[in-house]
């Protein structure tokens, strides 16, 4: 008898042991989070292309002791050289014994962007043009082998601050983002307030996002907005939330 | 932590059964006369008269069965789940198919580690030939964290059929130590793999303690998972 009993009860031991994992149970706002940080990330990418470019107009345009600070601040290790007579800058990076390895072609049509000037930046795909007082950057970029930036934007103001040290531009548009994997992903971002970026961060900012796998068809939108520290709102769904990259 | 101490708390119920059943089979009094060393000698053989007793019989036994429950074992495991499912890891999160990841939620996982069912013939003394059944499986389904729609189910099983090989190395009245291997094949079933493979388990030191019925602890490697325990039955098909 006492024997059945243990067995019976090593029995109902062994079973209680069969869960091996909790499981991932999630929440669908987990989704929004996913969505955000996708477009958090592209929005960056854009926003640090825009600051590569604009930096080398601050850095040509403005005086020379700020010229030097910007140099310092932002193109250390850089070289930067304007050829008036081909209307080309050339950007490269200078190693420590001094030699240059140039990676990246600006064609201008012989103004800088401040004079109104239309800048293309060879092998990028990107254009800066003026008309009429209103600068455009549209962009069509690969950013990896996988995924592809088109964007149309209409930069609103950009400059140096000298006393935080950072580049600052404020734009809004549209921003198209591609990713081509086995499916592909689609991120539609539609700029509602202007976008504003500061210090290597977005610090304000209104977003209609709308996001798409093209295996499942589903359409997932975004609302997102950014506060000046950075941090993000965002409803999806009838859920809100807050976070912060 | 948990899923450790739970194997453990298992273990040590499986052991519990095998001193209950040593306990019964030493209450037999010849068994205890040969345990204490009253019949070793001619002496003692001249002085106690000789008893029969149907243990003479018992410690003959042909036929022998047994069932075991091994604790998971890192081939088994990963025979069954591939490891990394059981964790519950995530193994990639760049985006944008981390939100894909994120749109399917999974339950808990539970999961039957190897159930054993084994059949030995005594060759001769001490030799065991047979054959050795497993069983484990995992079950956990996924569902739409948005809707809550169940979507699929995760479920795998491993069926296992082998032929076993067992000798014992130590040989007491109630106590046995041994060893075996077993080859054979494996069915893995799932969703979206499956197939028959050749599987092994080997036993690396066993220990049974009983006679007719017995309980056994084992260590090893292969299907049967890493520490094994269970009970078995040592019979004759007549008289």
């Not at chain 1, 976008?195 to 796998?213: F, H, K, P, Q, W």
């Not at chain 2, 013939?121 to 169940?150: E, S």
């Amino acid at each position: 008898m006492k024997r059945t009993i243990f067995f019976c009860i090593s029995t109902l031991l062994l079973l209680t042991s069969c869960k091996v994992g909790n499981g991932e149970q999630r929440e669908p706002i987990e989704v929004g989070h996913g969505i955000v940080h996708w477009t958090e990330e592209n929005l960056m990418k854009v926003s640090n292309m825009l600051e590569s470019i604009f930096i080398i107009d601050l850095y040509l345009t403005t005086d020379p002791a700020l010229r030097e600070e910007i140099f310092d601040e932002r193109l250390k290790n850089s070289v930067v050289e304007y050829d008036t007579t081909t209307n080309t800058i050339m950007e490269g990076y200078r190693y420590v014994d001094g030699t240059v390895d140039y990676y990246r072609t600006i064609a201008t049509d012989g103004l800088l962007l401040s004079e109104g000037g239309t800048w293309r930046v060879n092998g990028q795909g990107t254009t800066i043009t003026s008309d009429g007082g209103v600068m455009t950057a549209t962009i069509n970029t690969r950013i990896d082998d996988n995924s592809q930036v088109d964007a149309k934007l209409r930069i609103e103001e950009y400059g140096y601050d000298k006393e935080k040290g950072a580049f600052d531009v404020k734009y809004d548009g549209d921003i198209y983002i591609v990713e081509q994997r086995e499916y592909t992903y689609t991120l539609s971002i539609d700029v509602v307030k202007s976008i504003e970026y500061t210090e290597g961060r977005i610090v304000g900012g209104e977003l209609d996002v709308e996001y798409n796998y093209s295996a499942t068809e589903h359409i997932d939108k975004v609302y997102m907005t950014y506060d000046k520290d950075g941090r993000i709102s965002f409803s999806y769904r009838g859920y809100t939330n807050t976070t912060q990259y | 932590m948990a899923r450790k101490l739970r194997y453990i708390v298992a273990v040590v119920a499986m052991l519990c059964t095998t001193p209950l059943v040593a306990q019964e089979v030493i209450s037999d009094e010849l068994i205890y006369d040969r345990i204490s060393g009253f019949m070793t000698t001619a002496d003692s053989y001249d002085i106690m008269p000789v008893r029969k007793s149907k243990n003479i019989k018992e410690i003959r036994h042909r036929h022998n069965i047994r069932l075991g429950y091994g604790a998971p074992g890192l081939f088994s495991e990963f025979m069954l789940d591939n490891i990394g499912m059981a964790c519950d890891c995530a193994l990639h999160f760049d985006y944008p198919s981390a939100i894909e990841h994120r749109r399917h939620s999974t339950s808990p996982r539970r999961q039957l580690s190897t159930l054993s069912l084994q059949y030995s013939y005594c060759i001769k003394p001490g030799f065991w030939l047979g054959a050795k059944g497993t069983y484990a499986g995992v079950w956990q389904y996924t569902y739409d964290t948005i809707t809550g729609k169940r979507l699929y189910d995760n479920n795998a099983h491993n069926i296992a059929l082998m032929l076993d090989a067992q000798i014992a190395w130590l040989r007491r009245d109630i106590v046995e130590m041994y060893s075996s291997l077993s080859l054979g094949l494996m069915a893995h079933i799932e969703r979206a793999n499956g197939g028959l493979t050749p599987m092994f388990d080997a036993v690396f030191v066993g220990l049974s303690v009983g006679r007719k019925c017995y309980g056994f602890v084992e260590v090893g490697a292969g299907i049967g998972g890493s520490v094994r325990g269970g009970i078995g039955i040592r019979f004759n098909s007549k008289n």
